[in-house]
Each structure stands twice: as C-alpha cells, then as structure tokens.
C-alpha cells in the first residue's frame, strides 16, 4: 500500500472517532469536523514537512555529504529529464 493510502485509512480513523466523540452524524463533512475538532489533515503535516526537509537541503553548505548527494542526484534527474526532451523532439 502506498504511503498516500495509508495517510488516507488514518485520516477515516481518526475523522469516524471525532465524529462519534462529537455526535456528529457520519455525513458530517470533514472539513467541518477539523475544524472542530482544532487539527490539520496528516496529508497537509506530512507535505509541510517534506517542503522544510527539502529547504534546510538546499540551504545546506556544500561542503555536507548529504548537499553533495542531493546535488548529484539533482543533476542525474535533470539529465535525464532533457535527455528525454531532446529524444521526444527529434
């Protein structure tokens, strides 16, 4: 199972119990119950960490193993990426 299914088979957990605890009707919509209930969806937390991961990345020096890794990669993938451009163009 994908991360993004497990994110969403957490998020029903936790909406269904909130509702129950409220006595909100299942139809209930889980905007709303959020709201209520004061939380942010797992799916927004995991996204605003992986965006912070990835600028204290790029803020790195580049004297740090981990920079010089993400920067080989970086130029790997961008490779790759205009390799396949100029071979779809042709």
Same mark, same amino acid.
């Given at each position: 199972? &994908?991360?993004?299914g497990?994110?969403? +088979?957490?998020e029903?957990? &936790?909406? !269904?119990f909130? #509702?129950?605890? $409220? %006595?909100l009707?299942q139809?209930? #919509?889980?905007?709303a !119950? +959020?709201?209520i209930? %004061?939380r942010?969806?797992l799916?927004a =937390?995991?996204?605003h960490? &992986? =965006?912070n991961?990835?600028l @204290? $990345?790029? @803020?790195l020096? +580049?004297s740090?193993?981990? #920079?010089?890794?993400? !920067?080989?990669?970086?130029n790997?993938? =961008?490779?790759d990426? =205009?390799g /396949?451009?100029?071979r779809t #163009? /042709?």
């Amino acid at each position: 199972m &994908a991360w993004s299914g497990v994110i969403q +088979d957490m998020e029903t957990v &936790a909406r !269904t119990f909130y #509702k129950k605890v $409220l %006595g909100l009707p299942q139809r209930a #919509k889980n905007t709303a !119950t +959020d709201v209520i209930v %004061g939380r942010v969806p797992l799916e927004a =937390l995991a996204r605003h960490r &992986a =965006l912070n991961y990835w600028l @204290r $990345l790029v @803020r790195l020096p +580049d004297s740090k193993i981990v #920079k010089r890794v993400y !920067t080989i990669r970086q130029n790997s993938w =961008l490779s790759d990426k =205009l390799g /396949q451009e100029n071979r779809t #163009k /042709q």
